[in-house]
C-alpha cells in the first residue's frame, strides 16, 4: 500500500531540507603497514588504502543515485599515524602525510583523516615528531585531515601537549591559515568517528570498517515548525521521532554500503552539522525553539534539550550508535551563528559554554591572527576541561587568521563557510600554560 | 527492484500518461498507484518494479530529469528500501 503522507514527508526531507548522508567513511588499520623503513611502510600504506577503498567512490554515487539521497563526501580515516610512523626513526613524518594526500586522491575521496597523536597522559616516541610536523604536512598537503587528543576523563589533560598546541596553531597560521581548518585538538576523542577534521581509525576497530554520518538540521526545524508553542517536551519528542528516521535512513544506507564494499558496518554517527546554505543551520533550530537570535539567554538549555533528545532518537532507530552523535556548532559553517556573532549576541564565552552540552567543542572560529600561542592553549585547556569532568567529547579548531582584525571577515569556502572574526579575552594566561605538567583525573573518573 | 516514483508539480493533462509511457519504454512495471492533489500541487506515487537485470540508474534518472523538465513537474524515483525503512519498524 502507498501512503502518500510518510514518502511526501521523505521526499521533502530530502528535496527541501537539506537532509543528506554527509560522508560515508571507511576505516581502514594500518598496523599491518608498519615497517622500520619509511619508504616501505608508506608503500605498504598507498597500496593497502587504494585496495581496500578503491571501489569507495563508486558504491557511495551509485548508491546516492539508486536511493535519490545525496552522499556529499566519501572519507577514510586511518590509525594514528604518530603509532604507524614510530617504527621508522624518521625525523618528520612529511613522507606519511604525502602518502595519505596521494592514496587520497588516486581513489578520489573528498578527506583522509588520521593524521593524529594521541597523548592524553604522555607523548610516546612518534608523538612529538608527529606534532612537530603538523604544520608542514598540513600546508603541503590538500585532504589530510589532523586530530591531537590532549586529554581524557581517564587521564587528565596533557598540558604539555596543550602548550605545544598552541604553538603548532599559531606556527600552522603563520604558513596558510586554512591549515587549522584541517585540525582538531580534542579531549576524550571517538575512535570510530566519520566527521573530519578529527576523524580517526581507532586500535580498538575491526581491521576495515564502514561508518556513516548523517546530517540534516533542516529536517528538525522543519519538523519543529508545526509544533510551534506547544511545551518543550512535545518539542523534545518531535526532534526524537525526526532523528529516529534520519538515522534509520543512515543505517540503511550503511548497511548497503558495507555489503556492497565487503567490509563490515561499523557505526552511524548522527550529527545535526549545519552548512552555510539557507535552511541547513543548528542555530535555526535554536531560534524555532524560541530564542530570537542564538547566543542569548536560555540558548544553553535549548542546546542541551536539541543534543539530548537527537541521541535518543538515534539510538533505538540502530544497531549501533557512535562517533559524536548530536548537534555540532561550528560557526563559519552555519548562516544562523554567524548572524549571531554579527549581532554581537553570540561570543567566544557562550559557546565555550554551549560546549558543555553540545556533542563537540570551539568549532571553527575565526580569532585575530595576533593572538598569541599561550591564549590559543588556555582555550584549549577550557576546552579539555569541560570535555574531561562532563565525560564527553569537546574539541577545539579555532583558526587564527593573520592580518586580521575582530569583525573582519574571513572567507573559508565550500563546506568551511565564512566568519567574522571574534573577539577573545585579552588578558594572558601565560604562566599557567607554561607551567605544563598534567592535570589529574577527575575523582569521578574512578570506577574500577 | 521496488521502488517508488513521485511526481509533484502543477496539475495538467498527460502527466500520468506521460509518465506511464516512459515507464512502458523503459519495462518497468507499476504494482501500485495513488494520486491526490495536496496543497494545490498534483501528487502522485508510484510504486514501480525495476528491471535487476542491466538497469542503469544514472541512464534512468537523466532521462527522468528530462521528462519532468518537459512536464514542468519534479520527478524523483528512489529505491523503496528507503521510504520502509524511515517509517515502518
Redesign the interface.
Known sequence: MIDIQKITETSRMISDQNLDVRTITMGISLLDCIDSDSDRACQKIYDKITTKAKDLVRVGNQIAMEYGIPVINKRVTVTPISLIAAASQDKDYLKYAKTLDRAAKAIGIDFIGGYTALVPKGYQAGDRTLIASLPQALAETDVVCASVNVGSTKTGINMDAVAQMGQVITEAAKLDYMTNAKMVVFCNAVEDNPFMAGGFHGVGEADTVINVGVSGPGVVKAALQNVKGQPLDVVAETIKQTAFKVTRMGQLVGTIAAERLHVPFGIVDLSLAPTPAVGDSVAQILEEIGLAQVGTHGTTAALAMLNDAVKKGGIMACSHVGGLSGAFIPVSEDAGMIAAVQAGTLNIEKLEAMTAVCSVGLDMIAIPGDTSATTISAMIADEAAIGMVNNKTTAVRVIPVPGKKVGEMVEFGGLLGYAPIMQVNESSSAAMIERGGLIPAPIHSFKN | MKA?L?T?GKDKVGIIAAVSQWLATKEINII???Q?I?DDYF?M???VEVPQANVD??QL?SELQDLSVELGV?I????A???D???FL
Open positions: 517508488i513521485t509533484v501500485d498507484l495513488s491526490t495536496m501528487t506515487m508510484m510504486l540508474f544514472a534518472q519534479e524523483n524515483l528512489r529505491n528500501e528507503i521510504y525503512a524511515m517509517h
